[in-house]
């Protein structure tokens, strides 16, 4: 059974940072495809940032050099590190895996249907 279980959201002020971590079981973070999503009060979920076994990743326009994605293998955790924080990145996010180990092209970034393993979520608040 696959597991994936956030946390460390929080309420930042604009310009601050969170790391988000995603511990996950029954499912090896370094051997498929694992994503970090988020939805806001009015928007639909939608993709932050993916990352494959063979060290592709790929990011949402809105948060490119601002946000990483990484994991930590011997922990089989998945990280979302957010620097430099606004408004518009408050919402609930969520870590996701994909059942499909094959080949898979991640850009554009995949609509949240496309993986098959979510966490409860955590969490973000961002004030101006």
């Known amino acids: 059974q696959v597991q994936l279980v956030e946390s460390g959201g929080g309420s930042v002020q604009a310009g601050g940072s969170l790391r988000l971590s995603c511990e996950v079981s029954?499912?090896?973070?370094?051997?498929?495809?694992v994503a970090w999503y988020r939805q806001g009060p009015a928007t639909e979920r939608e993709g932050v940032a993916v990352?494959?076994?063979?060290?592709?990743?790929n990011y949402a326009d809105s948060v490119k050099g601002r946000f990483t994605i990484s994991r930590d293998n011997a922990k089989n955790t998945l990280y979302l590190t957010m620097n430099n924080l606004k408004p518009e990145d408050t919402g609930m996010y969520y870590c996701?895996?994909?059942?499909?180990?094959?080949?898979?092209?991640?850009?554009?970034?995949?609509?949240?249907?496309?993986?098959?393993?979510w966490g409860q979520g955590t969490q973000v608040t961002v004030s101006s």
């Open positions: 990352t494959s076994a063979d060290g592709r990743t």
């Open positions: 029954g499912y090896t973070v370094n051997r498929g495809y």
């Open positions: 996701a895996a994909k059942a499909w180990r094959g080949y898979w092209a991640i850009d554009p970034m995949p609509g949240p249907t496309n993986l098959n393993y």
